[in-house]
């Protein structure tokens, strides 16, 4: 009888410190250095970017610093912040014969330590996804504004922050499948069960 209790007291203990492992993946910051670098550069170059005219009068410095926060970004979030927060990886290699090969990876989760938490990876996508936005937005105000010169900044933007968007994604949903494949696949199945689901109300 004292065995079994003692053995469900342990099971307890055990049940308290999965639920507390739990509640701390979903709410602490693992890396709240990466975590704050990943967002403080890309939001870094779109703050420049808003207020340089009203704050400078140097276009060149402006353009500099602008450029600077953006390739701080791209190597940040593709060496450090992509590998520390959500455990993905991508790059560029080129073989013997010179041909280019882009490479995908995702971490396994294989230990608790390897883990990423909900708060890191929702920051992560969150950064990842509503900058490049941004960028877009500021292509087709430039372009319609006719204010030509911010052209090649703003289309600099969105080529590095879409870069790493497209990588990312990539590698999450697997390197070798094909966006353009998989988009279709997912079309013609909620197309298929609009199509099914009309014949059994019918």
Not at 12 to 26: G, N
Not at 90 to 97: K, M
Not at 161 to 174: F, I
Request: with cysteine; charged share 25%; net charge neutral.
């Amino acid at each position: 009888m004292l065995t079994e209790d003692t053995m469900d007291e342990d099971v307890s203990l055990f049940d308290a410190e999965d639920d507390a492992e739990k509640r701390s993946k979903k709410r602490n910051l693992k890396h709240p250095v990466a975590s704050f670098f990943h967002l403080f550069f890309r939001v870094g170059a779109v703050i420049v970017y808003l207020l340089c005219e009203r704050f400078s009068g140097s276009f060149i410095a402006s353009m500099v610093s602008i450029i600077l926060l953006l390739s701080c970004d791209f190597w940040t979030v593709k060496n450090i912040t992509g590998r520390l927060m959500v455990g993905l990886r991508w790059w560029n290699q080129v073989d013997d014969d010179g041909r280019s090969h882009w490479v995908f990876e995702s971490r396994k989760a294989t230990g608790k330590q390897q883990q990423a938490t909900d708060a890191e990876s929702r920051i992560f996508w969150l950064g990842l996804v509503v900058c490049p936005v941004l960028w877009v937005i500021f292509a087709f105000s430039t372009l319609f504004s006719l204010n030509i010169k911010w052209l090649p900044i703003v289309i600099m933007g969105v080529a590095l922050q879409g870069a790493n968007l497209y990588g990312y994604v990539r590698c999450k949903v697997g390197g070798k499948t094909d966006l353009k494949n998989m988009a279709t696949n997912y079309f013609g199945r909620q197309f298929l069960k609009q199509a099914l689901s009309k014949e059994e109300e019918s």
